[in-house]
């Protein structure tokens, strides 16, 4: 009898590995947050930086979508970059999503816990870290912490990279306009994604003084959109230091096979 792709999926995340990693998710053995020096560009960051990665759009048991604006990025997803590559990784990955999705007060908790342990470490060393919370997702943490732990992570922990003040520095990628609306100036930097058909919300990032990635097959353009277009992948930071330009990202996983338009073919 042929297994059917529900089946599959179902097996994936009830797989041993998985359990086994949920429960060191739980009982602290394991952290939410991983150590930016394992990504390829964010090791060229000048600040530590500490990434949240989950598994993106719907690949959960629920069938929930922490990519709520996952379209044509969907197959080409950097869920498949990198070390996302490797099975071990990417059941990690399904690990904490399935801890977040199955037991979200919990997993608040935790991850408050683990932020307020880097911004003591932050005030202790005088020192600034970054965080990605969004490594692989697309969800309003700043929000949701809040609403199930009561802590607003941008006043308790948060600093920008240009203050004298230690403490972390929050950045992420978007595709949801109205996050960079919501965050436009506080200490939250967002950079907003392009897919095809978004260049108005584009334009309007870019307004709000937000960067704009665009991922591109090969040489990165001067200019694309008529906004200025930088290196993109020489650093994450590279989005905290420059204001409304286009952050050029080359395609890498499964997007340089992408045909859809989410990545930009040279003209």
Same mark, same amino acid.
């Given at each position: ?13 009830? /797989?041993?590995? $998985?359990?086994?990693? !949920? ?19 964010? $090791?060229? *960051? ?7 990665? !989950? ?5 959960? /048991? ?15 997803? @950097?869920?498949? #970059? ?19 999705? @199955? ?8 991850? $408050? ?5 880097? &911004?003591?470490? #932050? ?5 600034? &870290? ?6 692989? /997702?697309? !969800? ?6 809040? *609403? ?19 403490? !972390? $520095? ?78 050029? @990202? ?18």
């Amino acid at each position: 009898m042929q297994t059917t792709a529900p089946q599959i999926a179902a097996d994936r995340y009830s /797989s041993d590995n $998985v359990k086994s990693l !949920l429960g060191k998710l739980r009982s602290k053995v394991n952290k939410l947050l991983s150590d930016g020096s394992t990504n390829a560009k964010t $090791v060229k *960051n000048d600040l530590k930086t500490f990434i949240l990665y !989950l598994a993106p759009a719907d690949q959960n /048991s629920k069938g929930i979508n922490i990519c709520p604006a996952a379209d044509t990025c969907k197959a080409p997803c @950097l869920f498949t #970059a990198g070390h996302g590559a490797f099975n071990s990784v990417q059941a990690a990955r399904i690990a904490r999503t399935e801890f977040y999705i @199955l037991h979200r007060d919990e997993f608040a908790r935790t991850l $408050v816990n683990e932020l307020s342990k880097l &911004y003591t470490k #932050a005030l202790n060393t005088g020192a600034k &870290y970054a965080i990605r919370l969004n490594g692989t /997702s697309d !969800l309003d943490f700043i929000a949701i912490l809040k *609403n199930r732990t009561g802590t607003d992570i941008l006043d308790t922990f948060g600093t920008s990279v240009d203050s004298d003040r230690p403490g !972390l $520095v929050f950045y992420d990628y978007t595709k949801l306009i109205g996050k960079v609306r919501k965050y436009a100036g506080t200490n939250y930097t967002l950079t907003f994604s392009y897919q095809p058909g978004n260049l108005q919300e584009c334009s309007e990032a870019l307004s709000l003084g937000a960067n704009v990635a665009a991922v591109f097959r090969d040489q990165l353009p001067a200019v694309w959109a008529g906004s200025p277009v930088i290196d993109g992948d020489s650093s994450d930071i590279e989005m905290l230091t420059n204001k409304a330009k286009i952050l050029g @990202l080359k395609a890498k996983g499964q997007a340089r096979k992408d045909r859809s338009g989410f990545v930009i073919d040279p003209e």
